[in-house]
């Protein structure tokens, strides 16, 4: 029989495991982690079953062994799924953006998508420019095809004027972005909207260019808490 201690490293064997048997199919489109080459979903499944095991063994006070096991192989799978659904995102994504002026970023567990001033909205204007809707199309296709993130809206200004009207502006510049999203079909119960104004600054308002950099939409994508994730549908 097992001992406890003997589980507990079986159940860290799993959290490697569990990371390096997740392939990712887009490693040679340059999406894999910075750390040796291993694939976002390998890091999240390794690190998320090696979480589970020790939350495991926490919990289970009479049976700390099989705890960690239970967690392990639990946590695990959950992380690998997400890593594996955003890497096909990430890469949907990274292909539906091309040439249309916006900035697709992996941060960890969350896609970033940088909207920039120059297609988004005329100055001092919360009505999306012509030029914003291709990108918000193909934005909301995306969205639908891949439909269990959280979708968090963030409107941003330069420093220029009151801070009153530039937080008020990015509130809206944000919930023109939702309203537009909504209209195509995209879920609204997944939507948030906020409104940064000049906080967070991307380059320095000093100068022309750095203040139409600092005028931007950021849509952040998120995992759902306490969604299993499964590979998501191909189209």
């Not at 096909?88 to 909207?115: C, F, H, P, W, Y």
């Not at 193909?138 to 420093?159: C, H, P, R, W």
């Not at 995209?186 to 203040?211: C, E, F, K, M, Y």
Request: hydrophobic share 35%.
């Amino acid at each position: 029989m097992f001992t406890s201690r003997r589980l507990i490293l079986v159940a860290t064997a799993v959290a490697l495991l569990s990371g390096c048997a997740s392939p990712n199919p887009y490693d040679n489109q340059g999406q894999a982690d910075n750390s040796g080459g291993v694939s976002k979903t390998a890091k999240y499944g390794g690190l998320g079953a090696l979480a589970g095991a020790l939350a495991g063994a926490a919990i289970s006070h009479d049976n700390r062994g099989k705890g960690a096991l239970i967690g392990a192989a639990v946590v695990g799978a959950s992380a690998a799924g997400y890593g594996y659904y955003a890497d096909k995102q990430e890469a949907e994504l990274r292909k539906s953006m091309a040439n249309t002026g916006v900035e697709v970023q992996r941060q960890g567990d969350q896609i970033k998508l940088i909207m920039p001033g120059n297609i988004t909205f005329a100055t001092d204007s919360s009505a999306i420019a012509s030029s914003f809707y291709s990108p918000l199309n193909n934005l909301a296709g995306s969205l639908k095809q891949f439909n269990q993130n959280m979708i968090e809206i963030v409107g941003y200004t330069d420093s220029t004027g009151s801070r009153q009207h530039n937080m008020d502006l990015s509130q809206q510049r944000a919930q023109s972005v939702s309203t537009y999203l909504t209209s195509q079909g995209v879920d609204p119960s997944h939507l948030s909207v906020r409104g940064a104004g000049p906080d967070q600054p991307i380059a320095s308002n000093a100068d022309v260019n750095g203040r139409a950099q600092n005028r931007r939409v950021e849509v952040n994508l998120k995992p759902i808490p306490g969604q299993q994730y499964q590979q998501p549908p191909q189209q």
